[in-house]
Every structure is written in structure tokens, then in C-alpha cells.
């Protein structure tokens, strides 16, 4: 027999599936503090290496390209992800359904 | 300092010699007894290691690339990297401290700092990748600009991280600097032509590695404390978070006279002249802020002008004195241009305006004719004539060969009147307006490495810092008056002394007290110090660290240069010539009004007020033994006061 969830179960369940971790690229000043903030929220060192969020900002253009690693957790015990709390100019915005 | 663990460093050095091509990696540790970390290392094995009559140019000088332990690190504006060398403009200590992604890079790449010396028969460059370092050729390298390097070095892995020179390092111009990041200058003290005389390229550095943190919670809590003193200061977000960066300032030096017009005629621009290059004329070509590595201040602005194919981070602070100012430039574009052109030629815009500044001021006096300068027409702001005169100086064509001498030796050649119109300090080329602000001028007269506003240069007066806060930090209600001499002379030592700790951490002055009253002091650094390395220090303990580090640079001057009392003076014409306009119109610094200060200054210091040399008294209290004996052995230690 199928099993029946309740709604609000599955709203529980849901929850942490839709949080979204927003990016406005025009407001990102490509300093990096999400990256090495990334690598501490996950070993406790600095080492950008580590981090699932990568940030490339182009000499040439000023372009920035942000890449995000599917092993990006955000942040999960964490209040809100640390990419979020140490982003000064607000380009990145975390949304908790 | 004991510090087995490796936190907050990584835990080596490298030394290159390019002389017998060889690399010697040796622990951090050796070299933490006195100092730990940036400046402090860089400036201690100067002293201890140069002989004083080595030339800066020759092999046997050493150029040190370093970092500090909370470079890499969460504590805001962690890429920092100090260069430090013998100085080539002055001939004494040579410091510069330049932002980027360098620094941080260089410590994941597991160094913390690179040590260089001696001189490559052909042109090379440094490859630094995780904990390896090779001499590569730099045939393919020699003669491109800074931008072409930093471009071809990065197409094996966009993140590799350069600091190169370019042709005019390669040229040996005293006002060569190094560029990182197309736009990150290492400026003042001829470290590109230190570099180009070592034919030393460039540097590349790549690192996969990690810094560790000797106590992560509390680290980060320091970390969240100094974030939210950054989050909730007036002056950063008002001056450096929705605007185009330091370049906001403009606004507040000609209310406070400190902008420099046509070589130091004036302090002060017309509201004509300011509203042609104020900063909301650049908005429109704004694509976005720019922050260097791990910062929440915004620095500058990157511009795009399709039309007429300008894509470029923006300039900052300085240009607006050096090109705008000094030079009289009024065209948006062609002030652009001045910043690309002296960037990726590798030249420092203080150091090359101020000279090409001096020669528009000998054509306009008739003491340089047509003649001298290449059928030139030397006429205040034409900039198509700087714009030329700055590609002159770096390859050193025609009259490029006299400007690359820098201001004094040029002057020395033409004479006559030319030396009064040669505006420096020590023989480096002044950038600011100085006559109005005395804590400011103080603090530039008095900077080691010869001028510059990022050592004792005190804003606490261009902030016009209440009189509450002034009697709370220096005992002083008057420490907010811009125009007032008496007391400044205490908030120049105790800014150099907080300025050395920020160095030594290894992160930028931005976040410090120097901007903004509201901003850190030597606890909050402590705090990130402590809890990053394992080590407890206080505040006070840093700052005692940042007395003993201008003492080794102040060894350094007087063993290498021999600077004397009269060498901390101004320039003549800013104690002849008072401002001509604007609301400190009269303003010039008065001669025994300087002395004044001068002596209270030394007196601070613990310095011989006849010679400014240091005493041994003080020295002792200080506990600097070696450097006593070194002063010592130069016949330049003061046994009594005169």
C-alpha cells in the first residue's frame, strides 16, 4: 500500500531542498571572501582549493564568473551559509523557504 | 616567539639566489625572533644582512617578498603582499605594501615570503607552484608590458597570480615600480628597476595548499567582530562602498587643501577645474566595484568606454594628485589613459608625474627650452604631451633619459633654480598637498622610505576627529584641527606604530584607525593575531613591536643614506609659497613651526634632536641590543643627547 505524507511532513521535508542560494552577479566585486570562507565551513583552514563556490574575475573585462560545486551543502548546521555572511557587497543571498 | 605548529604562517621562506641559480627553503621560524611577520621580517634581515655601501642596483641587494600570518586568512583585506628592499630613489629604506591576490596566493603556494638576490645573466622569472620553485626563461617576456606578461604567464591556469615589471624596470627608471593584476602597484623606491637590474621578470605563483588556524572558533569570532566594526563605520560605507573608491576622496583633499595643482603651485583646484574631472564624471563609464582579495571595502571601480576601447580597473586616490593635479589634466580620458599607460609600462604614477611635473614647471620658468625637450611644447595639462613624456621616461628616449634619473638627480644636472622646483622627500618625488595639514605633513616628511602618506601620515585632522576622541586617544582636543602644529607630533608616532602592526599581520590599512576613528586599533589585530598563530599578544605588545620596527628602518636610513635632521625637512617652495585659493588660502608650513614638531617628534622616538639619530639610552630601553652594536660599528650611535 502506498505510503500517505502528510502535508506539513512533506513541507518539513521539502524545506531545506528549497533553499536557494541567490547570485547577482553585478553586485559582486570578486574578492573572494565566499571562497575561503567555503574552505573553513568545511575543514577549518583556509584553502580556496576546497571550497565549492569559486570566484574568476577577468583582468581584462571585469567579468566574474562564479561557479558553484554540486558538493555545496549550504552550510547545513550553519545559521545561514558563510559564502552568504562574509559577502560585503550583498551579491549573493541566501532564501529559506 | 616559539610558533612549532605553523598557524596562521605556513612555515617557510624561500631564498633565491639568480646569480648561481639556486633555491634554499628555510623554516619562518629562523627568522621570528625579532619581528613576525611582513615588514618586520623583510626590514630586520635588511638591516642585519646588506652591507651599507651596497648599491641598490647590484646583485648583492636583496628584494624580499613577504606576507604575515593572517594573510589567506577570513581577517578582512588578506591579500596583501610587502615588498622590501634597498631603495633606489633614496638610497636608504626602501617599503611597499600592494594589494591584489598575490599574497594570498603565495601562502597556499606554502611561503611566506620569497627572499631574491644576486643578478641572472639573462632575463628569468620566478614559477612558484605548491612548495616548488623553478627559474623559468624570460626571453619570450623581456620587453612586453606588464599586461602582456601577466596575460601570457596566466594561460597555462587562469589562476595563477603575477607581479611583474615592464619595460620601464626593464630600463632601470628610478620611478619603476611592480604591477600585480594589471592595476596593484608596488610603488615608490624603484623596485622595478631594483627587479629589471636582477633581470628578474616577473613572479608567477599558483598554490593548492591550506593555512591553518591555531584556534578556529575564536578566531572567527575576532574575525565577526572586526567584520561588523568594517559593516557599521560611517566612513566605509560612505566613502568606499557606493562610490568609485578611494577616488571619492577627491573631493574631501580640495576642501582640505591637499590637492596638489601644477607641480605645488597651489593646493587647491578651482571649482572650474574640479567639476571637469570630480568623480561623478567617471560614474557614467562604472561597470562595477572592485574589491582586492577577501575585502568588504571597495577600492576602486572597473570602467568600459566601447567607444573608445578603454576596458580597465579604475584609478584611485593618487591619480587624482599625481595626473589631475600636478600635472593639470582635465580630460577624463586621457586621465584614464595616464593610468593604463603608467600601469602596464610598470611606472609609478607618484614618482613619474612628480618628475615629468618638475620639467612642465622649467619650461613654463624658461629654464628648459624646446631644445631639451624633443621640440615638446611643455604646457600645463596637455595630454597629449604627457601621455608622451610618459612613454619617453620609460624607454628613456630623448628627454626620458633625464626624467629617468628622478627628480633630484635630474635637477642636480640641469641646476640652477631647477632644485627649488624638484618637490621630494629624501629624493622621492612628493605625491600630496601637504601645507595645510600638519599631522599629514608630519607624518610625509618623516616616512622612512622617503614620503608617502601610508606610514605616520595622520588623518586624524583631514577627519576633523572630535575633540572628545582626540583628548580620549593622544590627550589632545586639538588633534582634529587640521592647521594646528602642537600635539601632532604624538599621533604621527602612535599612527607609524599601528601602521607597522597592520604590515607585519600582513593585511591592508584599510581597516584600521588611520581611515576612520571608528575602525581597528592594535587590540583588534592582537585579537586576530593571537587566535590565528596560537600566540598571545596583546595590543600593546604589537604596538611595542611597531616602535622596534621604525627603529630598524630608522638604523637602516642612517647607516645606508646617513638622513639627518635636515633631511626630514619639506621642500623649500612649501615653506616659502603659501596655498594660493580655496579655504586654507594662506596655508604654508612654517619653518620653525616644522622644527617644532620635528623636535617633539624625536623626543617621542627616544632620537638625538641635533642629528636625529638614535640613542643609545633608547635603544636600550627598547631592548635592541644588535642594532646598537650595528650603529655602533657605523660610528652613527648618539651616546648623549645634545
Known amino acids: 500500500m502506498k505510503k500517505v505524507i502528510k502535508r506539513e511532513d512533506y513541507d518539513k521535508k521539502i524545506k531545506r531542498k528549497t533553499s536557494y542560494l541567490c547570485i547577482n552577479l553585478n553586485r559582486c566585486t570578486g574578492c573572494k571572501s565566499c571562497e575561503i570562507a567555503c574552505s573553513f565551513h568545511f575543514s577549518k583552514v583556509f584553502s580556496p582549493q576546497i571550497s565549492a563556490i569559486r570566484i574568476w574575475r577577468s583582468n581584462v573585462s571585469g567579468d566574474i564568473e562564479i561557479s558553484l560545486h554540486s558538493n555545496c551543502d549550504l552550510c547545513n548546521k550553519e545559521e545561514e551559509p558563510l559564502c552568504v555572511k562574509y559577502c560585503a557587497p550583498k551579491a549573493l543571498i541566501f532564501i529559506k523557504k | 616567539m616559539k610558533n612549532s605548529e605553523n598557524f596562521g604562517w605556513v612555515g617557510k621562506i624561500c631564498r633565491v639566489n639568480l646569480t648561481n641559480k639556486t633555491v634554499k627553503i628555510e623554516p619562518t621560524n629562523k627568522y621570528m625572533s625579532q619581528f613576525f611577520g611582513g615588514r618586520g621580517i623583510a626590514q630586520w634581515i635588511l638591516l642585519t644582512e646588506l652591507k651599507p655601501k651596497v648599491h641598490p642596483l647590484a646583485p648583492e641587494n636583496i628584494i624580499i617578498f613577504s606576507t604575515g600570518p593572517l594573510t589567506g586568512t577570513l581577517a578582512p583585506i588578506s591579500g596583501r603582499l610587502c615588498i622590501d628592499s634597498k631603495n633606489f630613489v633614496t638610497g636608504g629604506v626602501g617599503s611597499s605594501n600592494v594589494g591584489g591576490f598575490f599574497g594570498s596566493e603565495l601562502k597556499y603556494a606554502g611561503f ?109 569570532k575576532s574575525v565577526d567582530k572586526v567584520w561588523g566594526i568594517i559593516d557599521n563605520s560611517s566612513t566605509i560605507n560612505q566613502r568606499y562602498r557606493e562610490t568609485l573608491g578611494t577616488h571619492f576622496n577627491t573631493q574631501r583633499a580640495n576642501d582640505c587643501c591637499t590637492l596638489p595643482y601644477r607641480n605645488f603651485q597651489d593646493d587647491h583646484w578651482s571649482n ?77 604614477i607618484d614618482n613619474s608625474s612628480g618628475v615629468i611635473a618638475w620639467a612642465f614647471e622649467l619650461y613654463e620658468k624658461g629654464i628648459l627650452s624646446k631644445d631639451d625637450t624633443d621640440g615638446l611644447e611643455l604646457k600645463w595639462g596637455d595630454s597629449e604631451v604627457i601621455l608622451n613624456l610618459i612613454k619617453k621616461l620609460a624607454y628613456r628616449e630623448g628627454i626620458g633619459e633625464l626624467l629617468a634619473k628622478g627628480v633630484l638627480e635630474a635637477s642636480k644636472i640641469i641646476g640652477s633654480s631647477s632644485e627649488y622646483y624638484a618637490i621630494h622627500i629624501k629624493g622621492q618625488e612628493l605625491a600630496e598637498g601637504i601645507r595645510s595639514a600638519k599631522g599629514w605633513a608630519l607624518g610625509i616628511i618623516t616616512a622612512t622610505r622617503g614620503g608617502g602618506h601610508l606610514n605616520g601620515a595622520t588623518m586624524t585632522g583631514l577627519q576633523k576627529i572630535s575633540p572628545e576622541i582626540g583628548i580620549k586617544k593622544f590627550g589632545d582636543p586639538n588633534i582634529g584641527n587640521q592647521n594646528v602644529y602642537s600635539g601632532k607630533a604624538k599621533a604621527v608616532v602612535w599612527i607609524e606604530k599601528l601602521k607597522a602592526v597592520v604590515d607585519m599581520c600582513g593585511v591592508g590599512y584599510h581597516t584600521s584607525f ?19 598563530t596560537g600566540n598571545k599578544m596583546s595590543g600593546d605588545d604589537l604596538m611595542l613591536l611597531g616602535e622596534k620596527l621604525q627603529n630598524v628602518e630608522k638604523a637602516f636610513n642612517t647607516i ?43 623626543e617621542l622616538h627616544g632620537w638625538d634632536k641635533k642629528t636625529s639619530w638614535q640613542m643609545r639610552k633608547s635603544l636600550e630601553k627598547l631592548g635592541m641590543h644588535k642594532v646598537i652594536n650595528i650603529l655602533e660599528r657605523e660610528g652613527k650611535l648618539i651616546e648623549k643627547s645634545y
Not at chain 2, 116 to 141: C, F, H, Q, W
Not at chain 2, 184 to 198: E, L, Q, T, V, Y
Not at chain 2, 313 to 326: I, L, R, V
Not at chain 2, 520 to 532: E, G, H, K, P, W
Open chain 2, 272 to 348: 572650474e577645474k574640479f567639476l571637469k574631472v570630480e568623480p561623478k564624471v567617471f560614474e557614467k563609464w562604472k561597470t562595477r566595484n572592485i574589491a582586492e582579495f577577501n575585502s568588504p571595502i571597495y577600492m576602486s571601480s572597473f570602467y568600459k568606454i566601447p567607444e573608445k576601447g578603454i576596458e580597465t580597473e579604475g584609478f584611485e586616490q593618487n591619480h587624482a594628485w599625481d595626473y589631475m593635479g600636478k600635472l593639470d589634466m582635465n580630460d577624463p580620458i586621457a586621465i584614464i589613459k595616464a593610468h593604463i599607460l603608467c600601469n602596464s609600462l610598470g611606472l609609478d
Open chain 2, 112 to 220: 611566506d615570503a620569497i627572499i631574491v638576490t644576486g643578478r641572472s645573466s639573462r632575463p628569468v622569472y620566478l614559477m612558484i607552484e605548491n612548495e616548488n620553485v623553478v627559474i623559468e626563461d624570460a626571453k619570450i617576456l623581456w620587453g612586453k608590458t606588464t599586461w602582456e606578461t601577466e596575460d601570457i604567464l596566466k594561460q597555462k591556469d587562469r589562476n595563477i597570480q603575477v607581479l611583474s615589471i615592464g619595460p620601464a624596470g626593464e630600463n632601470l627608471v628610478k620611478s619603476a615600480c611592480i604591477i600585480i593584476k594589471r592595476k596593484h602597484a608596488a610603488g615608490r623606491c624603484g623596485f622595478g628597476a631594483i627587479m629589471g637590474a636582477k633581470n628578474l621578470k616577473a613572479i608567477a605563483v599558483r598554490g593548492r595548499g591550506k593555512i591553518k588556524i591555531a584556534e578556529p572558533v575564536e578566531f572567527i
Open chain 2, 560 to 602: 645606508h643614506s646617513g638622513f639627518l635632521r635636515k633631511d626630514d625637512l619639506p621642500p623649500k617652495r612649501l615653506m616659502l609659497e603659501p596655498i594660493k585659493s580655496g579655504k586654507y588660502k594662506g596655508e604654508l608650513l612654517d619653518r620653525d613651526k616644522v622644527e617644532l614638531m620635528l623636535d617633539e617628534y624625536y
Open chain 2, 514 to 532: 588611520w581611515v576612520g576613528p571608528e575602525l581597528c586599533d592594535a587590540n583588534q589585530y592582537a585579537a586576530l593575531f593571537s587566535t590565528a
